[in-house]
């Protein structure tokens, strides 16, 4: 930005009793203590502010050259001023630290993220143009707080295509993802008088917001077949969070007799789960198993999420309610905010409707598979001890150790050598097995990095 076009919040009093002068010099002055003016920063011209505040140049000039002398501005001649990097102001040594660091490892097997370098831009510009052609002035209002329609519509069409989801596109809420999702959730069982959720035992660790809610949760085992719906019978659960497509983070698909026994126990409990369906387009030895939501539709609010398939900054995901639940949904909905940007809703809802995205996915799963290939061989030359566990599916591979590797020593060592781990333990919630298990994101490297990174592992478990 140019100093002509910066502005200021700045008034002066032309009947006040201090002079224009002192008046500027104040404001600026307390504006570059207080921080809103931060060090660096580009102030008017003396010719612009003067002209925007309707006043002779002069006792602008004056104020400048005064809070330069002070040291708050810095006048270079034919450079804009600027507030001097040394300015007495608000520093950030004096904020206290972000609570949550996002670490970036040159090497990072942490499972979660896709491949970010393959996000689509040019098919999602053109989509944003065809929703910015197609807008109407109404749709800039702020609209349907529930998600823009044409998303709702495209998303009932998708879902019931590709993941067997029934769904009317009245029951589809649009989300900041599946974190709002399980916000929602977490309120809308309160409010059912929910006191007991099962989660998955090991699962998707970030379990901070059903506990802030007050849900008690229990831990239920996982094993080949999925979740042990029977251990979940003779629980005191009346819900459950559940990841059947693809259980997070083992990889094992949820058995049919399984299902069949969720969905009966669902029915005669008249439970709800909670289907995250966070990867389940990313199955590469067959076509996924559809949705949980598909069987019982009236107890399973169904997620699902732009996160995997196209970018976590997107913050853009859906759920499905079934219709007893969807006006609580909708009530918590309100009391949190007005809803998902409306541009990228329109977005989206071109970027499905065009076919860019079934385009995108099946592009994207023949990448992966070819690095969760590339990964198989390296393991199989490099750790010939290890199982891997898990279907042919998802971002991550489940690496199992027939012993205990010192996780602690792998995982410092790692790091100190840029790479970013996550062993299964800090997954359980109760007592984890004795041996390690590693998983490993294969998604997010190009193949010739994933040697590179693996060979490093390998050798750093060597040295532990
Ligand atoms: C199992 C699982 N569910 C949900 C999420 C979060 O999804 P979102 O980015 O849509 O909030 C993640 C993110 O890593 C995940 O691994």
Not at 3 to 29: H, Y
Not at 69 to 75: I, S
Not at 319 to 337: I, K, N, Q, S, T
């Amino acid at each position: 930005m140019s100093s002509r076009d910066a502005e200021l919040l700045i008034s002066v009093d032309r009947n006040g009793p201090a002079s224009m002068q002192a008046q500027l010099e104040r404001q600026l002055r307390d504006a570059i203590r207080g921080g809103m003016l931060r060090a660096g920063s580009e102030v008017p011209s003396t010719r612009d502010l003067a002209r925007d505040l309707g006043i002779s140049r002069p006792p602008v000039m004056e104020a400048y050259a005064q809070l330069a002398a002070e040291g708050y501005l810095a006048l270079r001649r034919s450079a804009a001023p600027r507030v001097a990097d040394t300015a007495p102001g608000h520093r950030a040594q004096d904020l206290p630290p972000e609570s949550i660091t996002t670490l970036v490892f040159r090497y990072d097997f942490r499972p979660g993220s896709p491949d970010l370098s393959s996000f689509p831009s040019a098919r999602w510009l053109k989509a944003a143009e065809a929703a910015l052609k197609t807008m109407t002035p109404d749709d800039f209002g702020y609209g349907q707080r529930y998600g823009v329609l044409p998303l709702r519509r495209a998303l009932a069409d998708y879902l019931g295509r590709v993941r067997g989801v029934g769904a009317d596109p009245r029951q589809i809420l649009i989300t900041s993802g599946f974190e709002q999702a399980r916000a929602l959730m977490a309120r809308a069982l309160k409010r059912r008088g929910v006191t007991e959720l099962a989660v998955e035992d090991p699962g998707y660790s970030d379990r901070e917001v059903w506990l802030a809610a007050g849900l008690k949760l229990l831990p239920i085992g996982v094993d080949e077949y999925g979740i042990d719906v029977a251990a979940l019978g003779k629980s005191r659960a009346q819900a459950v969070l559940l990841t059947p497509a693809h259980q997070s983070p083992t990889g094992v698909v949820m058995s049919g007799e399984r299902r069949l026994a969720l969905a009966n126990w669902l029915r005669e409990k008249n439970a709800i789960a909670l289907e995250d369906d966070y990867d389940a387009e990313f199955r590469y030895d067959r076509a996924p198993i559809g949705a949980l939501q598909g069987s019982a539709p009236d107890h399973v609010v169904y997620a699902g999420t732009t996160s995997k398939t196209l970018a976590p900054a997107l913050r853009l995901g859906w759920m499905v309610a079934p219709p007893d639940l969807l006006l609580a949904f909708e009530d918590e909905m309100r009391l949190m905010d007005c809803g998902r940007g409306r541009l990228e809703q329109f977005t989206l809802a071109h970027f499905i409707i065009s076919g860019d995205y079934d385009r995108h996915l099946r592009k994207m799963r023949a990448l992966y598979r070819d690095r969760r290939e590339a990964l198989l061989a390296v393991i199989a030359a490099e750790l010939p001890e290890v199982e891997i566990s898990g279907i042919s599916a998802g971002l991550h591979a489940t690496v199992r150790f027939p012993r205990r590797l010192n996780e602690a020593a792998i995982h410092e060592n790692a790091n100190k050598r840029g790479m970013g781990l996550s062993f299964l333990r800090g997954h359980y919630l109760g007592t984890a097995p004795h041996e390690s298990t590693l998983l490993l994101n294969y998604a997010s490297m190009p193949e010739s990095a994933l040697r590179t990174a693996l060979r490093t592992l390998a050798a750093i478990i060597a040295d532990s």
